[in-house]
């Protein structure tokens, strides 16, 4: 189906002829609209220079141009329908993908589609601020880009919602926009959605750990044998690669400009200097990376066996996998808390059957991905010179979510007493100290090819190094 995008909601999936589904999506825009007015982007701007999907084939999924933001295409688009799709795993093995939703299923699915929905407008809301205190326009630039997407990663699910879901599902799209990130009464569903972003050292890490995870969950409901969220799930793979390296890319800056301070001053204490010490680095990785575990629920869960034998959510790069795609015979080693009898506990591992242990096996690629990025970053540090590495703490430091949530550990993983964590934290976790003074840093700044101090600018500028090869220098954003 060719994207039609004369309409009012731009889709690749046929609105015009089910005038029904039009009416009732065309019905849910100005409430979208509104609550994009009151709860994303704060920041006044005429227009910002934004990638749209107009289509999902060829360059029509990055088409650049200055827009103002209100007037951004929100659209609905599906990957291409691969024919003959077959389900890869679970008890529906070999059957051909689904284009409904079977009865037996509805609830679960539902559930799912409602968690991924509602982390997205979250993320918007989290980053409402930053906008105020961006450090270049080039960087305002791709904090407006993920906020748009993240909107339309909304109405991807919101349009399964209503399309599938009948009157709970546009009950349920309703909800998406109440919920509000970090509210008392009615908060986001998951916990690191409700942690606030406030500063943009928390945003590149949320950028590199906390959309990682979606990048993960998203990749095992593309495997999902409901084909439209599986298409829906592959299109915005492909958006979410630039979330990855705004944060991947962000941190790496951060890092760079640390260490040249510290040469330049042959000092660790680079604060007095006005960048960011590697001490606050690695405590804001500490607080995203363990907040970021927490996503993946607990190590052994029955809901993650169940979505996976209805073929509901499959695994990471499902169809690579060498084995029978039924899991029912094998099993797996999973993080556990081991009490050894004497009423000690010990962080070991225990074996569970590979269906329960779902999450765990997401994790561990997760986290192999995540190392990934320290690797990079000390390699910023060795090439300066310094002796200094960043690291990621053990999986049972300060987590609440799985195995873990009841005890505290360090980063190094030893189990620690209440009173030790608590004369320690301040080392391992961001203080009000450290998040006041990398607040002090967030001075805005407007000027095209400018930067602020904290941060290095991206690798080619000012001639190069932008977005769609664009110089950094490039006017991304035009302020009201
Ligand atoms: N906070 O059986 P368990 C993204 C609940 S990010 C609060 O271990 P399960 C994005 C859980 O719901 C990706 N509650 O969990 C990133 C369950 O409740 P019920 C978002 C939590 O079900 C950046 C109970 O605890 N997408 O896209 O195996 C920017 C027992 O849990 C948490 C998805 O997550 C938590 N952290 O797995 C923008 C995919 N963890 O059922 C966007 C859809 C667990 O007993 N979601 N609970 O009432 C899922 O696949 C699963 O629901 C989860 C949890 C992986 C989240």
Not at 407 to 431: K, M
Request: proline letters at 5%; one cysteine or more; aromatic letters at 10%.
């Amino acid at each position: 189906m060719r994207p039609d995008y004369a309409e009012k909601i731009p889709n690749n999936v046929g609105l015009a002829q089910d005038r029904r589904l039009q009416r009732a999506l065309e019905s849910w825009q100005p409430n979208f609209l509104s609550w994009w007015e009151s709860m994303g982007p704060a920041l006044p701007t005429k227009d910002v220079y934004l990638r749209t999907a107009i289509d999902v084939r060829g360059d029509g999924w990055a088409t650049f141009g200055h827009v103002p933001m209100l007037d951004y295409r929100w659209g609905i688009f599906l990957a291409d329908r691969a024919p003959g799709r077959q389900i890869a795993f679970g008890a529906h093995k070999g059957e051909p993908a689904w284009q409904k939703v079977p009865g037996e299923y509805r609830a679960e699915l539902q559930r799912l589609i409602v968690i991924q929905g509602d982390t997205e407008p979250a993320s918007v809301e989290q980053q409402r601020n930053l906008g105020a205190t961006a450090p270049s326009l080039y960087d305002l630039r791709n904090l407006f880009q993920v906020n748009v997407e993240e909107g339309r990663h909304l109405w991807a699910m919101v349009y399964l919602l209503h399309a599938y879901f009948g009157r709970e599902g546009r009950e349920e799209a309703e909800e998406l926009l109440h919920r509000n990130s970090g509210s008392e009464d009615s908060p986001r569903i998951l916990g690191a959605f409700n942690e606030e972003t406030p500063d943009w050292l928390s945003f590149f890490m949320f950028t590199y750990f906390t959309d990682r995870d979606g990048k993960y969950q998203l990749g095992t409901l593309k495997e999902s044998a409901f084909d439209p969220l599986s298409r829906t799930c592959e299109f915005m793979l492909k958006e979410e690669a630039h979330h990855m390296m705004v944060g991947t890319t962000g941190i790496d800056r951060v890092v760079e400009r640390t260490a040249q301070v510290m040469t330049e001053n042959d000092t660790d204490d680079v604060a007095a200097h006005g960048a960011i010490p590697l001490d606050v680095i690695q405590k804001y990785l500490n607080f995203h990376y363990s907040v970021s575990l927490d996503l993946f629920g607990s190590e052994t869960s029955t809901n993650v066996a169940n979505y996976y034998t209805a073929g509901l959510k499959g695994r990471w790069l499902e169809e690579r996998r060498q084995d029978d795609h039924l899991l029912t015979d094998d099993a797996v080693q999973v993080d556990a808390l081991i009490d050894a009898g004497d009423g000690e506990l010990s962080i070991a591992q225990t074996e569970v059957s590979a269906l329960v242990g779902l999450n765990t096996d997401l994790r561990a690629q997760y986290v192999a991905d995540c190392a990934g990025g320290v690797k990079r970053w000390n390699r910023i540090l060795a090439e300066a010179g310094l002796p200094q590495r960043l690291y990621l703490p053990h999986v049972a430091f300060n987590r609440h979510v799985g195995a873990y949530a009841g005890i505290e550990a360090s980063p190094a993983g030893e189990i620690l007493t209440t009173a030790q964590w608590a004369a320690r934290t301040a080392q391992w976790l961001p203080t009000d100290t450290d998040k006041a003074f990398v607040r002090s840093l967030m001075q805005p700044v407007r000027e095209r090819g400018k930067i602020a101090a904290w941060v290095a600018p991206p690798r080619g500028a000012p001639r190069g190094g932008g977005i769609n090869n664009q110089p950094f220098d490039y006017d991304y954003v035009h302020l009201a």
